[in-house]
């Protein structure tokens, strides 16, 4: 999952060598860096992918699809405020 994997390996190394973003799914391939010899360190894309049965909105709510990628954010509101 997103949990700031690509930032903990940033801060481990000293130095911005791993992409990251606020959003899931930055990294896109698993991605290895040598910190020493006897210590490698990997990062790897934690994204769950969506089920089909998972209404849209429900995915955004739930996290598992960025807001920015719909066609109609307000979809996604309207969605919920109907339920509150």
Do not use: W
């Amino acid at each position: 999952p997103n949990v700031g994997k690509s930032s903990t390996m940033n801060a481990l190394l000293g130095a911005k060598r791993v992409a990251v973003s606020s959003h899931p799914g930055r990294t896109k391939h698993y991605q290895t860096h040598v910190m020493c010899p006897s210590l490698m360190l990997c990062d790897c894309p934690g994204l769950v992918f969506p089920r089909l049965d998972v209404s849209l909105p429900m995915q955004v709510l739930f996290g598992s699809y960025p807001i920015a990628r719909c066609r109609d954010p307000y979809a996604v509101v309207r969605y919920l405020a109907e339920r509150v």
